[in-house]
């Protein structure tokens, strides 16, 4: 059974950091494009951060030069460093993976975490 966990979500106040992690398990995803997504109260989910096997990455303009997506195949774990974090970086933050290339939509990803969430306080 495939899963996705992510842990290191909390409570932390603006300007504060918090790293995310997502451990894969049930297969390997070394050749895989992971993808981090969030969702705030209200809203829907929107893309924040991708990478491809190869270390490509891509970000969403709100989080550009604040958070960095790295990924360590030989744990099969994908990682969300967030700096700098602002009120409204709050959300429920999802770790997703897709066999396709990068992606900036929901759709091509086939496998999709629980969700950790993180409140930043202003």
């Known amino acids: 059974q495939v899963q996705l966990v992510e842990s290191g979500g909390g409570l932390v106040q603006a300007g504060g950091s918090l790293r995310l992690s997502c451990a894969a398990s049930g297969r390997t995803f070394g050749t895989w494009t992971m993808g981090w997504f969030r969702q705030a109260p209200g809203k829907e989910r929107d893309f924040v951060a991708a990478?491809?096997?190869?270390?490509?990455?891509a970000y969403a303009d709100s989080v550009k030069g604040r958070f960095t997506i790295s990924r360590d195949n030989a744990k099969n774990t994908v990682y969300l460093q967030m700096n700098s974090l602002k009120f409204e970086d709050t959300a429920v933050y999802y770790c997703a993976a897709t066999p396709f290339g990068i992606a900036t939509i929901s759709r091509p990803y086939l496998y999709w975490g629980q969700g950790t969430q993180v409140t930043v306080s202003s």
């Open positions: 990478i491809s096997w190869s270390g490509g990455n």
